[in-house]
């Protein structure tokens, strides 16, 4: 009731401003078209019979033109453009009013065009001044010196909020940009001083608290120029919004946050064909195995987002399920969707949701994948990495689905460790059965998607390092030189699904993960994120690699040769898959020799089929038997 109260208030003062200028501009009129001097009698008293219609007639105008939708605080051109039309229609309309009663023989002709004028400067010069006035009370702010990086549009809005803020929490001081035709001039009264590299300067010289980066992205690094440069000012800083927000024209103050360490080794945005993707999976029935996981919640999230006819989840883990379950509920209340509670190797469960689903297009992602557990679990990772594999994808092609999409890792490339290698096998098996299928000239086309880690998944060094960080050190790193390829989960599900549309069966797509980086320089950008100095604040220390763990990951082998497909961040492998031919090296079914094996419950049976299955497998539980401590970083997940 208050803020009617207070609408109606400021609209009748509008209207009481505007009803007073009215009689101004019209004694003025004629007091200009008169060369500033005293109005003959005759055309004054003439002037002040005829005030109450004029007024009543602008009244009636201005009221109905809008003038009184916008605020003074916010007047802008829409504004000026509405008081145009008003004064334009009101004058015309008290010219013809006047000269139907009393042909108007003591209205001078001049008199309409200049009361025409004067009321464009007594309505719209106020509102301009007031809103000069609140936007520039910049001396009498209490707020955060900011200085922001980036002058175009997001920079421009940012600014714009700050000096419409109520709260006046902010202070815009300045900008910086690289655009050389934009320093020295102004954005809203706000000064360009200079380009980025005077940030450390200028943060020095303006007394500036805070440094907003109202950048798009532009590439890890350029943002990291840019942190290091925030870093040198010895300052805080934020970032602004996803682009997605810009276009919209939502960025303001209150939804920047503090720049993670995705902005620093993301990359550029993919650019994905969409309409492709959803004649892929639109209309169609989509299992998701692994639902509940990292990357097979967020290929749920945008498998939702294609329309699929009915999207089948599959997790072991009843949280996972649930959370994802509940999530589809919230966001997507029209989707049709089921859920099971099931092991993939499980061949009855897996039979009976195959009969009773018929999905068209699968992705399998359920897969075990911290490396350092799995050196001593090999039962488990090939019950489920291989032997879940072989089940699904028997079931897929029994049950003629269009494709079945597995989800690789680089770590089954050279392998050193039991993840590593089951996942090779898991490999072999998709194309061996791919093999099969265009040997008979139809069936189900099964494809490999293989690619690095992805920041921020559970289990993944990301969130270890933020808990080291939370309690004050150290961060455990296993070694100085170790090297990892990194990508965010949304965009290495992205590139799956375009995998899947454009893969024909028996390609290993890999996807272009960028350059390497340092877990080391992971872990002290993550620190100095956080606002403390690695090293001084928070140690890192160095625990030695863990059984099974590599130096260097590799995408592909030296002898597969990679072949460019119709997107740029994808590859197709091509060469080493002859070596699976016959694995075994006696013609038999290695899959069913690797069950009987883990029935048994004989591990070393099982290593010795895994070594012969893989022979490039590098053992890292014998080569490297030094014993796991619970306080070192698991391998970060693919």
Not at 168 to 176: E, H, K, M, R, T
Not at 498 to 522: N, S, T
Request: proline share 6%; glycine share 8%.
């Amino acid at each position: 009731m208050s803020q009617l109260f207070d609408r109606l208030r400021s609209r009748t003062a509008a209207l009481a401003h505007d009803l007073l200028m009215v009689p101004v501009a019209w004694f003025a009129a004629y007091w200009l078209r008169f060369n500033l001097g005293a109005i003959p009698p005759e055309f004054l008293q003439g002037a002040l019979a005829t005030l109450p219609w004029v007024i009543l007639v602008q009244g009636c105008v201005y009221w109905l033109l809008g003038l009184y939708r916008g605020v003074w605080r916010f007047a802008s051109l829409p504004d000026l453009v509405r008081i145009t039309n008003a004064a334009l229609a009101g004058t015309s309309l008290v010219v013809v009013t006047l000269f139907v009663f009393n042909r108007s023989p003591l209205i001078p002709r001049s008199v309409p065009v200049l009361f025409f004028g004067l009321q464009l400067v007594l309505l719209a010069g106020p509102r301009l001044f007031y809103r000069w006035l609140k936007d520039h009370r910049l001396n009498l702010r209490s707020g955060q010196r900011v200085l922001i990086v980036g002058a175009d549009r997001a920079g421009e809005m940012l600014a714009r909020d700050m000096l419409r803020d109520p709260q006046q929490a902010y202070f815009p001081a300045g900008f910086v940009d690289d655009k050389l035709r934009r320093q020295g001039s102004e954005v809203h009264g706000v000064p360009i001083l200079g380009a980025t590299a005077d940030l450390p300067r200028l943060v020095a010289e303006r007394g500036i608290d805070l440094v907003l980066l109202a950048v798009p992205p532009t590439g890890a690094r350029e943002m990291q120029r840019l942190v290091g440069l925030c870093e040198k000012a010895g300052k805080p800083f934020r970032t602004m919004p996803q682009l997605g927000n810009l276009m919209t024209g939502q960025v303001s103050i209150s939804q920047l946050r503090p720049v993670s360490i995705e902005d620093l080794l993301g990359r550029d945005p993919i650019t994905l064909d969409w309409e492709g993707l959803r004649s892929g999976l639109a209309g169609r029935q989509v299992l998701v195995t692994g639902a509940g996981g990292s990357i097979g919640s967020e290929l749920v999230r945008q498998i939702a987002a294609a329309n699929p006819k009915h999207l089948i989840l599959v997790d072991n883990g009843e949280y996972n399920l649930y959370r994802i379950e509940l999530e589809l509920r919230e966001n997507y209340p029209a989707l049709s969707f089921s859920r099971y509670l099931l092991d993939v190797g499980d061949d009855a469960a897996i039979a009976a949701l195959f009969t009773a689903e018929r999905p068209q297009v699968v992705f399998h992602a359920a897969a075990y994948k911290h490396v350092p557990m799995l050196e001593d679990q090999l039962r488990a990772a090939v019950r489920n990495n291989i032997i879940g594999t072989s089940v699904v994808a028997q079931a897929a092609c029994t049950w003629g689905c269009e494709r079945f999409v597995l989800i690789s890792t680089d770590k089954a490339v050279n392998p050193a460790n039991v993840m590593g290698a089951t996942k090779r096998a898991a490999e072999a098996i998709c194309y061996a059965m791919n093999g099969e299928r265009r040997a008979a000239g139809s069936g189900t086309r099964f494809i490999t998607v293989r690619f690095g880690n992805v920041l921020g998944s559970a289990g993944s060094v990301v969130p270890l390092f933020k808990r080291q960080i939370e309690r004050g050190g150290p961060v455990t790193v296993t070694h100085p030189e170790i090297e990892r390829f990194f990508m965010t989960i949304p965009e290495a599900c992205q590139l799956i699904m375009q995998a899947a549309v454009i893969g024909d069966g028996g390609e290993v797509f890999v996807l272009d993960m960028g350059e390497p980086v340092k877990v080391c320089y992971l872990a002290e950008q993550m620190i100095r994120l956080s606002g403390r100095e690695p090293g001084r604040e928070i140690q890192i220390q160095y625990v030695g690699l863990r059984p099974g763990e590599k130096l260097y990951e590799e995408l592909f082998y030296a002898a597969e040769d990679l072949i460019p497909t119709s997107h740029p961040k994808i590859r197709v492998a091509q060469g080493v898959h002859a070596a699976f031919a016959d694995p075994v090296g006696d013609g038999g079914d290695w899959v069913a020799e690797l069950r009987r094996a883990c029935e048994d419950q004989s591990p070393g049976e099982l290593r010795a089929l895994l070594r012969r299955l893989i022979p490039d497998w590098r053992d890292g539980a014998q080569a490297n038997p030094e014993p796991a401590r619970a306080d070192a970083p698991q391998s970060p997940e693919r």
